[in-house]
Nanobody, 122 residues
Framework: QVQLVESGGGLVQAGGSLRLSCTAS????????MGWFRQAPGKEREFVAA????????YYADSVKGRFTISRDNGKNTVYLQMNSLKPEDTAVYYC???????????????WGQGTQVTVSS
């Protein structure tokens, strides 16, 4: 049974930091690209960052470049999203997803977690 479990969300002031974690089970983690997406109320789910299965390539949305860092620990089946210099517009539910090859489209991902809420106050 595939499971992706996110954690680490919360309430933070603008300029603060949070680190999200997503722990996977039920599939071969090292063979999958892991992505982070977010969805704000009334908006579509949007791409944030991804780390390919090869362990070489990372991708970021322009809106988070230089502020967010994605990393993965294959020994722990876990992907992380370090979020610094947070802004109120980063407020959303953050989801991790998994698929074999990189894509920035949420519809392409095979597996999803339940999401974790991030709220940034001004």
């Amino acid at each position: 049974q595939v499971q992706l479990v996110e954690s680490g969300g919360g309430l933070v002031q603008a300029g603060g930091s949070l680190r999200l974690s997503c722990t996977a089970s039920g599939f071969t983690f090292i063979s999958y690209t892991m992505g982070w997406f977010r969805q704000a109320p009334g908006k579509e789910r949007e791409f944030v960052a991804a780390f390919t299965w090869s362990g070489v390539n990372t991708y970021y949305a322009d809106s988070v470049k230089g502020r967010f860092t994605i990393s993965r620990d294959n020994g722990k089946n876990t992907v992380y999203l370090q979020m610094n210099s947070l802004k109120p517009e980063d407020t959303a539910v953050y989801y991790c997803g998994a698929r074999r090859d990189y894509s920035g489209r949420y519809a392409d991902y095979d597996y999803w977690g339940q999401g974790t809420q991030v709220t940034v106050s001004s």
